[in-house]
């Protein structure tokens, strides 16, 4: 029986969404974001150098079909990225109102998102009364720290002491539909603060907040440091997604990265968690041992969270570049009928204005599916395309 990976690099949008201009980062629309040219292009310009150099170097994956399908997707030039496809390769275009990782990764396995997400307002304070006291209540504490935007990393330097100092959670949010709370695993509690956000994930899912995550830091004054312990309370997906097709056909369906999260581990039979290069290792592991008919769907996410968010173009490239030379060690382990699918969620251009994703369509390239151009599709066909390749199918109706 064959076997199938969905590999999402998280943000790497190729740019063209049809409905850019109803999507907007701070004052300015994301009509002309284009995350993938645009790094290429500021490759070939010579002005993403700090650590790497020269054209943006990806040649595996643009063998495949990237750059093909950034030009399909968009018209823009993708200079170093110019291979003539031996993949199947085209470009995705969403249809869910959010520029976000759930909407994304459900309409990527076949079910986009029927409602408007809830986001809060870029206000001091930024949650309503009834919700801070809900915290308090759950939390044990006469008040919370932030209650404003944020950017996580630099929130913990601003108000890490202060939150040791008082046992007062911090909580804030940003442009995506999310509530994080930030906590010191040792003055706080880990186990404590894991519960608070899953006791206060109802409220928020009620209110359509796509995500409450739990952000965990450690260290003292002045060198605070966030932890791989993070962890995301996400509504669920609103009907049975391509993981729970293929485990009601008999399917093992393997999670790499934050996918057990998105998909509030609706048919996920196990995850593993780390930074990227520790889940570069388990996925090349997963080649070697996932189960016929099984589904590895992996998530590496530090292309968005450091790099894009940061608007940082050459740590962007280098990410990508990385990656690539991956690739290898990736494809060895498939078998023959083994497809392996490299897409993404979402763009994220580091070249930008402001610091949230932006909308663009997605590229969608294909090893051990043959060769040809896929054309524009949906995400919805990455999820048809997978079921297709594995003989499974979506519920009736």
């Not at 990393?153 to 442009?175: A, F, K, N």
């Not at 940082?312 to 392996?340: H, I, N, Q």
């Not at 580091?350 to 524009?376: F, I, K, N, Q």
Request: hydrophobic share 40%.
């Amino acid at each position: 029986m064959p076997r199938a990976f969905v590999v999402v690099l998280d943000s790497v949008g190729c740019g063209g969404a049809p409905d850019a201009d109803a999507f907007f980062n701070g004052e300015v629309p994301d009509t002309g974001a284009n995350t993938l040219a645009h790094i290429a292009q500021g490759c070939a310009a010579g002005d993403a150098e700090e650590g790497r150099s020269g054209p943006l170097r990806m040649p595996h994956l643009d063998g495949l079909g990237l750059g093909a399908a950034v030009r399909l997707a968009s018209g823009d030039a993708t200079p170093g990225l110019a291979a003539v496809p031996e993949g199947l390769w085209g470009a995705a275009t969403e249809i869910s109102k959010g520029k976000d990782t759930p909407s994304g990764h459900w309409e990527l396995a076949g079910v986009p998102v029927p409602w408007d997400w809830h986001y809060f307002p870029k206000t001091d304070p930024a949650f309503p009364g009834d919700l801070v006291a809900e915290v308090c209540t759950r939390a044990g504490t006469a008040g919370i720290l932030g209650n404003c935007h944020a950017s996580g990393t630099l929130i913990i330097d601003d108000l890490g002491d202060e939150h040791v100092r008082t046992g007062w959670p911090i909580c804030y949010t940003s442009v995506d539909s999310v509530f994080q709370i930030a906590a010191h695993e040792e003055a706080f509690g880990l186990k404590r603060l894991h519960n608070l956000c899953r006791a206060l994930a109802p409220t928020l899912h009620g209110m359509k907040v796509g995500r409450v995550i739990a952000r965990p830091f450690v260290g003292s004054s002045g060198n605070y440091t966030r932890t791989p312990n993070r962890k995301d309370f996400a509504i669920d997906p609103p009907a049975p997604t391509l993981c729970d097709w293929v485990q009601a056909a008999g399917g093992k369906v393997h999670a790499v990265g934050k996918i057990g999260d998105i998909f509030s581990m609706q048919g996920i039979d196990d995850v593993v968690k780390g930074p990227d290069r520790e889940l570069m290792e388990h996925l090349v592991g997963l080649t070697g041992t996932a189960e016929q008919g099984s589904l590895t769907f992996a998530n590496f996410v530090e292309f968005d969270s450091v790099y894009g968010h940061r608007r940082d173009v050459s740590g962007y490239a280098r990410a990508l570049e990385w990656f690539d030379g991956e690739m290898p060690r990736l494809t060895a382990g498939l078998g023959p009928g083994d497809l392996m699918l490299f897409t993404a969620d979402h763009g994220n251009d580091p070249t930008w204005v402001g610091s949230d994703h932006t909308r663009e369509r997605v590229p969608v390239v294909v090893h051990g599916a043959g060769a040809g151009e896929l054309g524009l599709i949906a995400f919805t066909d990455v999820a048809r395309l997978v079921a297709k390749h594995l003989g499974v199918s979506p519920p009736a109706g």
